[in-house]
C-alpha cells in the first residue's frame, strides 16, 4: 500500500466507522502501518466527517516522531506500541462502540460464544486494566489484553481491534459488537453459554491460518 493509499484506506475507516454507529463526533482512531517504521493514523481533535487524506499524520511507531503541524490521535502510543509488538499487525481500530464499551464497564471478559466471534477475534475478550487515557499502564494493559486476540476491551473506556489488513480489522469491529450485544443480551436469559475453549482457539488458528487465506483466494 502507498502512503496516498494508505491515507485514503484510513480517512475511509474513520467515516464508515461513523456512518455504522461504532464512534462520534472525534472519539476514536484508525491506523495502517506503513512500511517497517511507520504508520498513518487519524488525526486528533478533527471530527470524522471533516477528515480529508491529507489530514492524516505519518508517525514513526518506533521513535514516536510525526511529520508536519497536524498532531496525530493522542492515543497514537497505543497503536505503536501494538505495532512493535505484534508483527502480523497492519491495521488498528480504537473505538467507543456502545455494546463492547457497556460490557467493558462491566469489566466482564467475553467467553467464546459464537462462532465467527472465536474465528475472527480468538478464543475470548479480554478486558485490559483500567488506566488513564494516553498512559503507559493503558498501553501495556491492552498489548498484554490482546496477545493471541483480535480485540480486547479496555475498562470503563472502550475497545481495541486488530487485523492484518484494514478491512479485516473493521470487520472484527462488528462482530465484537455483535458478541458483546449477544453477551448482554444473553444475561436476561440466564447468562451465555460458552463454546469449549479449546475449540475456540482451534477456530482462531484455522481462520489465522488457512481460512481467511481462502477467501482471499477466491476473491
Given at each position: 500500500?502507498?502512503?496516498?493509499?494508505?491515507?485514503?484506506?484510513?480517512?475511509?475507516?474513520?467515516?464508515?466507522?461513523?456512518?455504522?454507529?461504532?464512534?462520534?463526533?472525534?472519539?476514536?482512531?484508525?491506523?495502517?502501518?506503513?512500511?517497517?517504521?511507520?504508520?498513518?493514523?487519524?488525526?486528533?481533535?478533527?471530527?470524522?466527517?471533516?477528515?480529508?487524506?491529507?489530514?492524516?499524520?505519518?508517525?514513526?511507531?518506533?521513535?514516536?516522531?510525526?511529520?508536519?503541524?497536524?498532531?496525530?490521535?493522542?492515543?497514537?502510543?497505543?497503536?505503536?506500541?501494538?505495532?512493535?509488538?505484534?508483527?502480523?499487525?497492519?491495521?488498528?481500530?480504537?473505538?467507543?462502540?456502545?455494546?463492547?464499551?457497556?460490557?467493558?464497564?462491566?469489566?466482564?471478559?467475553?467467553?467464546?460464544?459464537?462462532?465467527?466471534?472465536?474465528?475472527?477475534?480468538?478464543?475470548?475478550?479480554?478486558?485490559?486494566?483500567?488506566?488513564?487515557?494516553?498512559?503507559?499502564?493503558?498501553?501495556?494493559?491492552?498489548?498484554?489484553?490482546?496477545?493471541?486476540?483480535?480485540?480486547?476491551?479496555?475498562?470503563?473506556?472502550?475497545?481495541?481491534?486488530?487485523?492484518?489488513?484494514?478491512?479485516?480489522?473493521?470487520?472484527?469491529?462488528?462482530?465484537?459488537?455483535?458478541?458483546?450485544?449477544?453477551?448482554?443480551?444473553?444475561?436476561?436469559?440466564?447468562?451465555?453459554?460458552?463454546?469449549?475453549?479449546?475449540?475456540?482457539?482451534?477456530?482462531?488458528?484455522?481462520?489465522?491460518?488457512?481460512?481467511?487465506?481462502?477467501?482471499n483466494n477466491n476473491k
Amino acid at each position: 500500500m502507498t502512503e496516498k493509499e494508505a491515507r485514503i484506506a484510513v480517512r475511509d475507516a474513520g467515516k464508515k466507522l461513523l456512518a455504522e454507529g461504532l464512534v462520534a463526533r472525534t472519539w476514536g482512531n484508525v491506523s495502517v502501518r506503513l512500511n517497517e517504521t511507520d504508520m498513518i493514523i487519524t488525526p486528533s481533535g478533527r471530527p470524522y466527517e471533516e477528515l480529508q487524506p491529507e489530514d492524516m499524520v505519518r508517525v514513526n511507531y518506533l521513535t514516536h516522531k510525526y511529520e508536519g503541524s497536524v498532531k496525530p490521535s493522542s492515543e497514537y502510543k497505543l497503536h505503536t506500541a501494538i505495532y512493535k509488538t505484534r508483527k502480523d499487525v497492519n491495521s488498528v481500530i480504537h473505538t467507543h462502540q456502545m455494546n463492547a464499551s457497556t460490557v467493558a464497564t462491566a469489566r466482564r471478559e467475553i467467553p467464546p460464544i459464537l462462532d465467527d466471534q472465536a474465528q475472527i477475534l480468538g478464543p475470548s475478550v479480554k478486558v485490559a486494566p483500567y488506566a488513564l487515557p494516553n498512559t503507559k499502564k493503558i498501553v501495556k494493559g491492552c498489548v498484554k489484553a490482546l496477545k493471541g486476540r483480535n480485540a480486547a476491551l479496555m475498562a470503563n473506556h472502550g475497545a481495541v481491534c486488530i487485523g492484518r489488513d484494514i478491512d479485516e480489522v473493521f470487520v472484527c469491529c462488528q462482530v465484537l459488537e455483535k458478541t458483546a450485544r449477544a453477551f448482554i443480551e444473553a444475561e436476561f436469559l440466564g447468562g451465555a453459554k460458552s463454546i469449549n475453549k479449546f475449540e475456540a482457539w482451534i477456530m482462531h488458528k484455522y481462520y489465522i491460518m488457512k481460512y481467511s487465506k481462502e477467501a482471499n483466494n477466491n476473491k
